[in-house]
């Protein structure tokens, strides 16, 4: 089993920043990859941003690129997504997602992010 804890959410005005923060702990060497989704009200979960646990691979969503940056700190078993430029468009709840050995997928609870136009 893989726990994610996430924290960082919050409100923040348009044009503004925020770092977010997902934490793995168990077995975190089973981890192969890493990422960020988000489900706005009324709208599917999509996916944000992927890192691969060596870093090596990166994904962004096209809505998203160069605006925000996935990030992973192996030793603290941490992936990052700093995200800037904000819009109210990117208002959502975002969950960290670990996939491990077997496919398995492990969600975090959740943290909200609010943009305020």
């Known amino acids: 089993q893989v726990q994610l804890v996430e924290s960082g959410g919050g409100l923040v005005q348009a044009g503004g920043s925020l770092r977010l923060s997902c934490a793995a702990s168990?077995?975190?060497?089973?981890?192969?990859?890493m990422g960020w989704f988000r489900q706005a009200p009324g709208k599917e979960r999509e996916k944000v941003a992927t890192?691969?646990?060596?870093?090596?691979?990166?994904y962004y969503a096209d809505s998203v690129k160069g605006r925000f940056t996935i990030s992973r700190d192996n030793d603290e078993n941490t992936v990052y997504l700093q995200m800037t430029s904000l819009r109210p468009e990117d208002t959502a709840i975002y969950y960290c997602?670990?996939?491990?050995?077997?496919?398995?997928?492990?969600w975090g609870q959740g943290t909200q992010v609010t943009v305020s136009s």
């Open positions: 997602l670990a996939r491990g050995s077997g496919s398995i997928n492990y």
């Open positions: 168990g077995r975190t060497f089973s981890i192969t990859y």
């Open positions: 890192i691969n646990w060596s870093g090596s691979s990166t």
